[in-house]
């Protein structure tokens, strides 16, 4: 005997979600989990570089880190995205959060550098996911007039998270040494779990037909988007793979450095309230095209001022286009995707932002040796322009489709 509707969501949603939507009764336990989650990772960053160099790795191995990183949100977003289209969320945020959790632990038996490596690939898998699955949550249960802002909540704790873990890094290591270190950044989600624990019960949703995410995004007039989201991506990860190294050949001390880069989240903070308000009311599209062209003005500071003003200037311009892109960007596919798609293709976005931080350090490493940091941030600026290009030109030729489409009368009016 086939399964009934009602057997089918009882599959993937809690059997009392059958209540109002309710955003922002999410967005709150939420934006604390993810504060939590983005201060363990990001804590991670300074130590795990330290602790390679430590043990006589090649700075090669040390970057391949990143790399690493960007391979495993490539992979991450996507999948784990899916994935919470077809089983409670809730409880698939927990998994998620215990894997993040496991991996980091890992850490504390201070393993061999192939064993960092492979962890690094997790604990951006399991990252990846988190993010995407939460603002599926977040989206798919939010009415349009407040998608941006609820967004921008979660958006805004990732940032304050990441600006708190890298802050506190290097104390935390002076004071407790490697091994303390990685056991702090483990046992930190943990507290995270406490509050995905507490979120409401999700909305209904149904379980989607089997589909590619290409397919859906193209379908959605979406795939646009996410290639330029790619190349956005590419340029900005390529253009600061190297920029400590640039800063040091202009003679930047790295605790100036430190202060500089941590104005990029500092910004992050306030401006994605900001940002997620004007979503909601100046519309999706220009809030997230302000992003984009921000981000073709990024690298270019650092050309034409060469110096901390320049640097200072290039990291607080990087917070502002994050923060616009990423509430438009989000806000517009929630608006454009039935709910049980969100994940996919929330998923699909984060997947795209990992395709480009493949690309785009190992470009800038080729390029640097051969025509300079200056040519270098240039390429990247033209990169960053690619994507500002696609979408215009994306936004014309719907434009011009549609009214092709319209019967004659209505043209004429």
């Known amino acids: 005997m086939p399964p009934s509707l009602g057997d089918t969501l009882s599959l993937t949603v809690e059997p009392s979600s059958q209540r109002q939507l309710s955003g922002r009764r999410r967005a709150i336990p939420l934006a604390a989990s993810t504060l939590l989650v983005g201060i363990s990772v990001h804590l991670l960053w300074l130590v795990v570089q330290l602790y390679l160099k430590s043990q006589g790795v ?8 990143g790399t690493i990183n960007a391979a495993g949100m490539l992979a991450g977003g996507l999948m784990w995205g899916t994935i919470s289209d077809h089983v409670r969320r809730r409880r698939l945020l927990a998994l998620l959060i215990v894997g993040l959790s496991a991996g980091i ?15 690094s690939f997790a604990r951006s898998l399991f990252f990846s996911g988190l993010i995407a699955v939460t603002i599926a949550i977040i989206s798919g249960s939010s009415r349009a007039e407040r998608r941006g802002k609820n967004l921008s909540y979660v958006a805004s704790s990732r940032a304050m998270g990441f600006a708190l873990g890298a802050f506190a890094s290097g104390f935390l290591l002076e004071w407790l040494g490697y091994r303390a270190a990685f056991g702090v950044a483990a046992f930190i989600p943990l507290i995270a779990l406490l509050f995905v624990l507490r979120l409401p019960a999700e909305n209904p949703i149904r379980r989607p037909r089997a589909s590619s995410a290409w397919r859906e995004a193209l379908s959605r007039g979406l795939g646009d988007l996410y290639l330029a989201l790619a190349l956005r991506q590419m340029a900005i990860l390529g253009a600061f793979a190297l920029l400590y190294v640039y800063m040091d050949t202009l003679g930047i001390s790295p605790g100036i450095m430190g202060v500089v880069a941590s104005m990029n989240m500092i910004t992050q903070v306030p401006s994605l309230i900001v940002f997620g308000w004007l979503a909601d009311r100046l519309g999706r599209r220009r809030v997230f095209m302000l992003g984009f062209a921000l981000s073709i ?23 502002l ?15 454009r995707v039935a709910g049980e798609r969100q994940g996919q293709m929330l998923g699909l976005y984060e997947s795209s932002r990992g395709l480009g931080g493949l690309l785009g350090p190992v470009l800038a490493g080729s390029l640097a040796p051969v025509i300079g940091f200056k040519g270098m941030f240039l390429i990247m600026a033209g990169i960053a322009s690619l994507g500002f290009l696609l979408m215009l030109a994306g936004r014309i030729i719907r434009r011009r489709s549609s009214t092709s489409q319209q019967p004659a009368h209505e043209a004429a009016e």
């Open 58 to 65: 090649s700075t090669f191995w040390i970057g391949m880190v």
């Open 105 to 119: 632990a890992v850490l504390v038996l201070l393993p061999p550098t192939s064993v960092i490596l492979g962890t």
């Open 297 to 319: 003005l990024t690298p270019c500071w650092f050309v034409i001022i060469p110096s901390v003003i320049g640097m200072a200037l290039g990291y607080v311009t990087l917070g």
């Open 321 to 335: 286009a994050f923060s616009s892109l990423h509430v438009g960007a989000t806000a517009h596919i929630g608006d």
